[in-house]
């Protein structure tokens, strides 16, 4: 499980954004806290693996607070918009940045790039390649670009699941193992065929429409 810590200075949105995080499968809210003081103490005490931090504090600036923490992953979230916070966030180490307000599913892409980006660090191993690389830094590795509505994150983890899979898999079974939606983790597998990184492969059954799977071909 992905512990995380929500930092908010609103009540009721530290509420709304920890529903959001407790649904999200693999991911658990250790707590919720609503001061910059109270979230260096919440991460020294419950040790989270993310923290979704709010600019906007009563006692210290989220980006004070950034500045302060060690051996943990930040997710800036604010209303904040204006460039200067944005290219701050990023050199604090920030791994992404959410502009307030946002929907459940914006907030569970990112949780779901953290997440790929997590495994992947696992499955690499020791030492790792340029487009092992890449991939975790969202870099393109090809000249085709992303139809629109299509993140590089969120491709290159379907293309990992895909590629360790050792096999073949349905939508419905690469999206389990990613941790996606079935329709998305469709629109990804069907993106990489077009591309020729994949390909399909029909599977008839004794009755009814042959069943889609996908396999790595590099």
Known sequence: MIRVLVVDDDF?????????????????????????????????EHRP?????????????????????????????????????VREAMRGGAVNYLIKPFSAD?????????AGTRRRLTAIGPEARQDDVDRLFGTPTGTDPLPKGLSAATCALVEQTLRQAGGDLSAAEAAARA????????????????????????RYGTAGRPEHRYRWIG
């Open 12 to 44: 009721m949105v530290a509420r709304i954004h920890a529903g959001y995080v407790s649904r999200m499968p693999g991911f658990e809210v250790v707590a919720a806290v609503h001061t910059g003081a109270e979230a260096l103490q919440a991460v020294a």
């Open 49 to 85: 693996d993310l923290v979704l931090l709010d600019i906007y504090l009563p006692d210290l600036s989220g980006l004070e607070v950034l500045k302060q923490l060690h051996d943990v992953d930040v997710l800036m979230i604010s209303a904040a918009r204006d460039v200067p916070t």
């Open 106 to 114: 914006a907030l569970a892409e990112r949780l779901q790039q953290y």
């Open 179 to 202: 941790g996606l939606s079935r329709v998305s983790a469709r629109r990804y597998l069907e993106y990489l065929c077009v591309v020729r990184r994949a390909e399909l492969h029909p």
